[in-house]
């Protein structure tokens, strides 16, 4: 039987038994897993009787049903089907026993597979089901090593980092802090449709699972194309989660939430306080247009970095090798943008915008001839497993930067003199 296969007869079988049960169903998490197991199961006319949370402030409301404690489920419901909607295989065990210990009796964890029902049965996602289920697995099994960990798995299956795409350089907001450093380009530009998922395309061929590719700007949602994107980002089977990064200030169009919607997509938002206007709305088109919408939110003692002026320290390459691992031990995303792989953003942004000179090593080229695809998955996988520093890293002081107040807003005047990085 193959994957796609054994996740719709997981789920079908879940529906038919709680169907002839007569029992309750209550979603264990009010949150992103909860929120796709939700979906699936209003696609199949299961109603549940609400979501179970360990986290009092969630208590209330979460997509119109009741939040709670566990324990204030059990006296009336411990018969109840407790479905556990976590990512990870680990807080599953932990809540499973937790459950049990209070006297629940039918519980249940196939995140996997509600997840893959969700995409399949739920969106139609346009991508082939079965490189989907089978991405989905890895994904999982990558989970039980470490929720974070990319990299070769122990069954020697090939895991990208977060990563994240560039679709456009323009920005409705000059933040002076920008870790993108999007501000600063004198003459911003959006990256068609073509050359943003040919990277993706070349980039993905590499793995055998993308756990999430991030579609950011600038403010993505200024590229008229973000629609097409979606969509075609959205069929590439490999990748598990396409989101979008939005700074709250532009309303999604009609044919962005669309796109979205019937792709499986997620619209996550900065939270920039009175500098986010239109967060309210954004949050009620993505509850109408069934998108999974969640806040990235910045609080008073959640402050920015601004960097340390870019300089060369002409450090030993021992201490750039050390630089280089606690950055990338952190789990740093990587970026793709206009034809090109970096390993982070001071890399990428610092030599495209001429702040250090562009370094061989630093960055891969991803428009290659089809003849040199097996040397492109060499090099890109070459580049993730590399313990040593790259050129940029002797031009970064990770230690030197100084807490800032998030967002802050270059003045107009400053905004008008782009190409030049203001310290």
């Given amino acids: 039987m193959k994957q796609y296969q054994q996740y719709i007869q997981i789920v079908e079988e879940y529906i038919n038994r709680i169907n002839s049960s007569g029992e309750k169903v209550i979603i264990v998490g009010a949150g992103r897993a909860g929120w796709y197991i939700l979906k699936v199961l209003e696609h199949y006319g299961v109603v549940i009787e609400g979501f179970s949370e360990n986290n009092e402030c969630k208590y209330g409301q979460y997509e119109g049903h009741n ?18 909607g976590a990512f990870k295989p680990n807080t599953a065990g932990i809540l499973n026993k937790q459950l049990k210990s209070l006297g629940f009796k039918n519980i249940d964890y196939a995140m996997d597979a509600f997840l893959f029902m969700y995409f399949h049965v739920v969106v139609k996602r346009n991508c082939d089901k079965e490189i989907l289920a089978k991405s989905i697995a890895i994904l999982f099994e990558n989970y039980k090593e470490k929720p974070d960990h990319y990299g070769y798995t122990k069954n020697g299956y090939f895991v990208s980092p977060f990563v994240v795409s560039n679709i456009t350089q323009k920005c409705s907001l000059h933040c002076k ?22 990277d993706i395309k070349n980039y993905a061929q590499a793995f055998d699972v993308v756990p999430e590719i991030s579609l950011h700007g600038g ?14 980002v959205s069929s590439i089977p490999n990748i598990v989660f396409v989101s979008f990064l939005t700074n709250g200030t532009i309303l999604p169009s009609t044919e962005t939430l669309a796109a979205l919607s019937k792709s499986g997509a997620v619209l996550q938002q900065s939270d920039y306080k009175e500098l986010s206007p239109k967060q309210s709305e954004i949050f009620d088109l993505c509850r109408d247009n ?10 008073a003692s959640q402050m920015w ?4 002026p870019t300089k060369k320290h002409n450090r030993s390459s021992d201490a750039n090798n050390e630089i280089y ?10 970026q793709l943008m206009d034809g090109e792989l970096y390993r982070c953003p001071h890399s990428m942004h610092s030599t495209r915008l001429s702040i250090i000179s562009k370094i061989a090593g630093d960055f891969i080229q991803l428009n290659r001839n089809a003849n040199e695809r097996q040397q492109l998955i060499n090099d890109i996988r070459g580049f993730f497993t590399r313990n040593n ?25 400053l905004v008008q003199k782009r190409g030049k990085k203001y310290d």
């Fill in 219 to 232: 403010e993505p949602l200024m590229n008229k194309q973000a629609a097409k994107i979606c969509e075609e």
């Fill in 177 to 198: 802090d920008c870790g993108q450093l999007i501000p600063y380009y004198k003459s911003p530009v959006d990256f068609s449709v073509e050359t943003v998922v040919s």
């Fill in 305 to 308: 970095t601004r960097s340390a």
């Fill in 67 to 84: 939040v709670t404690s566990p324990s204030n489920y059990v006296d009336e419901f411990s018969n109840a089907n407790m479905c556990i």
């Fill in 325 to 334: 691992t606690k950055c990338v031990n952190s789990n740093i995303c990587c």
């Fill in 290 to 299: 069934n998108i999974y919408s969640d806040i990235i939110y910045t609080i």
């Fill in 389 to 413: 520093a790259l050129g940029a890293c002797d031009h970064c002081d990770p230690g030197g930067g100084i807490e800032v107040p998030p967002a802050l807003q270059l003045e107009k005047s």
